[in-house]
C-alpha cells in the first residue's frame, strides 16, 4: 500500500516536471509562428497573393499541386530549386519591400510579397 502511494506520488512529480519543462518551448514556438507565413502553390496559382509580412518574417512556400513549379523573384534575391508535389521552400525576407516572384517553368504564374 505504501509502496503504491509513493509510486503515484513519483509519478505526478514527473508529470508536473514534463509540464513545466514543455512551457517554454510551446511559448517559444507560438513567437517563431507570429514570424512564419505559408504560400500554398495549387492549381497553377500561389496563394495568397500578395501576402503582406513583417521584416523578419519567413515565408514558405509548398507545392500542393501535382505539377513541378519554382519560385523566383523578380529582383533575383530568391530562387528555389523545382518543387515536386508537397516539397517546400523556405526564404526570410530581411528588408523591408515589394518583392514580385513568379514560375520560371509556367511564367504566367505569378505572386507577390509585401513585407513592412
Ligand atoms: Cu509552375
Keep these: 500500500m505504501k509502496k503504491t502511494v ?3 506520488g513519483a509519478a505526478a512529480l514527473v508529470l508536473m516536471v514534463i509540464m513545466m519543462a514543455s512551457r517554454p518551448k510551446n511559448l517559444g ?13 495549387d492549381n ?5 497573393t500578395p501576402l503582406t509580412v513583417t521584416v523578419g518574417s519567413v515565408v514558405h ?3 500542393r499541386d501535382d505539377i513541378p ?5 523578380e529582383d533575383k534575391s530568391f530562387k528555389s530549386k523545382v518543387m515536386d508535389t508537397d516539397e517546400s521552400f523556405t526564404y526570410t525576407f530581411t528588408k523591408p519591400g515589394t518583392y514580385t516572384y ?5 511564367p504566367k504564374m505569378t505572386g507577390k510579397v509585401v513585407v513592412k
Excluded at 514556438?29 to 502553390?41: H, L, N, P, R, T
Excluded at 497553377?44 to 495568397?48: D, E, G, L, N, R
Design 61 to 63: 512556400w509548398t507545392n
Design 29 to 41: 514556438a507560438m513567437g517563431a509562428e507570429d514570424k512564419a507565413a505559408e504560400v500554398k502553390i
Design 6 to 8: 509513493f509510486m503515484l
Design 102 to 106: 513568379f514560375c520560371s517553368i509556367h
Design 69 to 73: 513549379h519554382n519560385v523566383v523573384s
Design 44 to 48: 497553377f496559382t500561389f496563394s495568397p
